[in-house]
Nanobody
Framework: QVQLVESGGGLVQAGGSLRLSCAAS????????IGWFRQAPGKEREFVTA????????YYAVSVKGRFTISRDNAKNTVYLQMNRLQPEDTAVYYC?????????????????WGQGTQVTVSS
């Protein structure tokens, strides 16, 4: 199993940037695919981006493609989410999640482990 802790959220003006981190503890971190999801008040949790165990393949929601970048550093047991050109509609609690293997990484129900989330607020 793996434990996940998100950090890096905060308040930023529209057009600004934030970098989120997902720090993992536990065994065989490199064997886990990692996804980022977000949930705004009154909305379902939605897929943002994901990266495979190898780091070779990434997936992005259309709404963030070209603005957000996911990466991982297995030596540091950490996955990053670089968010650029943020907009008010990006405001949400951001969660990272982990699953062994690849699976269908755009689906919430594909993941076995979740962090507690970090708040991102984008002001206009």
């Amino acid at each position: 199993q793996v434990q996940l802790v998100e950090s890096g959220g905060g308040l930023v003006q529209a057009g600004g940037s934030l970098r989120l981190s997902c720090a993992a503890s536990g065994r065989t971190f490199s064997s886990y695919a990692i996804g980022w999801f977000r949930q705004a008040p009154g909305k379902e949790r939605e897929f943002v981006t994901a990266i495979t165990w190898s780091g070779d393949v990434t997936y992005y929601a259309v709404s963030v493609k070209g603005r957000f970048t996911i990466s991982r550093d297995n030596a540091k047991n950490t996955v990053y989410l670089q968010m650029n050109r943020l907009q008010p509609e990006d405001t949400a609690v951001y969660y990272c999640a982990a699953v062994v293997g690849v699976g269908t990484l755009t689906r919430v129900d594909a993941y076995d482990y979740w962090g507690q989330g970090t708040q991102v607020t984008v002001s206009s």
